[in-house]
C-alpha cells in the first residue's frame, strides 16, 4: 500500500536528540497523517470510479461474445477488491488517531499493519494475478475474432512478459521498499519511546 508514504517520510531518516519535544514530533506525524488520509480517500475516489467506468462499458458496448462480459465482470470484482482495501485501510488510518498518542502503541499497530500488508501484497496479490490473466485470456477470446493471429499473439506475449516483470520485479521491489519503510518507522518510533522513558 502507498497510504504511509507522508508519514514513511517524516520518519526517514530523523534521528531523535536528547531535547526534541515529543508534542512537536506528534504534531508533525498528525499534520502529515492529515495528507495521508486525503490522498487514500482520492484514491479511493478514483478506483470507485474505475469500477463504475468498468460497470459502464459492460452495459454500453455490445460485445459479440459472452466471455468479455465475463471478463468485464472479473475485472469489476478485483478492482472492486482493490476499492474495499483502500477503503478500509483509509478509515482505520482516519478513525485512529490516538495510536499516535503513545510510540508502543503506534509501534504495535505498524507492525499488525505491516503483517497485513505482506498478506496482501503476496497471497491475495497472487491470486489477484490469477484473475486478471483469467480476464485477458476471456477478453482475448472476442479478440481472436476481431484481430490477425500475428497481432494477437504479440499481445498475448507483451501482457504474459508483463505479467512476470510485475510479479518477479516490481512487486518484489514495491514489498521489500514498503518493509524497509515500515521498520525505519518503527525503528525511530523505538528510539523516541526510549528517549522519552530515560527523562
Known amino acids: 500500500m502507498k497510504g504511509f508514504d507522508e508519514i514513511q517520510q517524516l520518519w526517514q531518516g530523523q534521528k531523535p536528540e536528547p531535547n526534541v519535544s ?3 514530533i506528534l504534531q508533525h506525524i498528525k499534520s502529515h497523517r492529515t495528507a495521508l488520509t486525503k490522498k487514500l480517500f482520492w484514491q479511493s475516489v478514483a478506483v470507485g470510479t474505475a469500477v463504475l467506468t468498468a460497470l459502464w462499458i459492460c ?3 455490445d460485445f459479440s461474445t459472452w466471455t468479455t462480459y465475463l471478463a468485464l465482470a472479473i475485472m469489476v470484482g478485483c478492482i472492486g477488491y482493490y476499492f474495499a482495501n483502500q477503503l478500509n485501510d483509509y478509515k482505520d488510518i482516519s478513525r485512529n488517531r490516538h495510536l499516535l498518542s503513545k510510540p508502543q502503541d503506534y509501534i504495535n499497530y505498524l507492525r499488525a499493519f505491516q503483517q497485513k500488508r505482506n498478506r496482501f501484497n503476496t497471497r491475495s496479490y497472487v491470486v489477484y494475478e490469477i484473475c486478471i490473466a483469467v480476464a485477458f ?3 482475448g477470446i472476442e479478440m481472436y475474432f476481431i484481430l490477425p493471429f500475428w497481432t494477437l499473439a504479440g499481445i498475448f506475449i507483451f501482457v504474459v512478459f508483463w505479467f512476470l516483470i510485475c510479479h518477479f520485479v516490481f512487486m518484489k521491489q514495491y514489498i521489500k ?3 524497509m519503510r515500515i521498520e525505519e518507522m518503527i525503528g525511530n518510533l523505538e528510539r523516541i519511546k526510549g528517549q522519552f522513558r530515560d527523562r
Open 22 to 24: 515529543f508534542e512537536t
Open 59 to 61: 452495459i454500453v458496448v
Open 137 to 139: 485470456a476471456l477478453y
Open 177 to 179: 521498499h514498503e518493509n
